[in-house]
């Protein structure tokens, strides 16, 4: 169980990592140097699958987590309803970030080939990178009541 709790904020961190390094890198060359700069590189091409990856273990790794919590263990009402409100809660914000950064990047495409204004991409990029971090304080709260549940109640 450890493990995967690691290896989730292992993934978290460096999706992060390259996804906003990839955003904020485009966006200084296109405002500084070059306003014809191709926004979807190979860099942006990895985040955005590294990203893909990462949202989807993440979210069923809480979603199984909780589930199993709520189902072996006879715990109060308000410990397994708050759990239960964290899990749903993240299902609808993992599913509208990802709706909201892999639209960035498709509009990244679209942008490369010049059928959208920039401008397009770099709103719904930083909207996505703003949501992205709301997101990760969101998982990590979801992952912390779980752990601490499982913790309160394993036998010592």
């Given amino acids: 169980m450890y493990i995967l709790l690691y290896l989730s904020y292992l993934l978290i961190i460096s999706s992060f990592v390259i996804v906003s ?6 966006q200084v060359i296109f405002f500084m ?7 979807f590189d ?12 990462t949202q989807s273990f993440v979210l069923f790794y809480i979603v199984g987590l909780s589930r199993g919590i709520v189902s072996i263990s ?3 009402q308000n410990r397994s ?6 899990k ?3 299902y609808s914000h993992t599913m509208l970030s990802v709706l909201i ?3 960035a990047y498709i509009i990244a495409g679209a942008v490369d080939n010049e059928f959208l204004d920039p ?7 930083n909207l996505g990178l703003i949501h992205y971090l709301i997101l990760i304080k969101w998982q990590h709260k979801a992952l912390k009541d779980c752990i601490l549940t499982l913790k309160s109640i394993e036998p010592k």
Avoid: E, H, R
Wanted: proline share 2%.
């Fill in 21 to 26: 390094t990839s955003i904020i890198y485009g």
């Fill in 33 to 39: 140097f070059d306003s014809n700069y191709v926004f």
């Fill in 42 to 53: 190979s860099n942006a091409f990895f985040g955005s699958m590294l990203y893909s990856i």
């Fill in 74 to 76: 006879n715990l109060p």
């Fill in 81 to 86: 309803k708050k759990i239960l409100n964290n």
């Fill in 88 to 90: 749903s809660k993240n």
């Fill in 101 to 103: 950064v892999g639209s």
């Fill in 119 to 125: 401008y397009f991409y770099i709103i719904l990029a």
